[in-house]
C-alpha cells in the first residue's frame, strides 16, 4: 500500500479531494453534510452511509500520503 501512496502525485490526490471529496458543491457539500448528519447521529440509511464512505475516500487517501510523507521525513536519517 505504501508503494501506491509514494507512486501517486500530490497534485492528482489532491484533485480527487477537491472534485470527488467536496462534489456537489451547492447547497454545501456532500461530504460536510453528511459530516454534520454524523455528528447529530441521523447517518443511518445504508445510502447515507455509502455516500459518506465514497465522498470520504478521496479525504483518507490525501491524509494516508500526507502521514506517509511525515513519517519518511521523520525517519530519514
Given at each position: ?30 461530504v ?25 475516500a ?5 491524509a ?14
Amino acid at each position: 500500500m505504501g508503494a501506491i501512496l509514494d507512486r501517486l502525485s500530490w497534485e492528482f490526490a489532491f484533485l480527487l479531494a477537491v472534485t470527488l471529496g467536496l462534489a456537489p458543491f451547492v447547497p454545501e457539500p456532500h461530504v460536510w453534510q453528511k459530516l454534520l448528519m454524523l455528528f447529530d447521529g441521523t447517518l443511518s440509511r445504508p445510502i447515507d452511509i455509502l455516500d459518506f464512505a465514497l465522498h470520504g475516500a478521496p479525504w483518507l487517501l490525501l491524509a494516508a500520503k500526507a502521514g506517509r510523507a511525515i513519517i519518511g521525513q521523520n525517519s530519514a536519517p
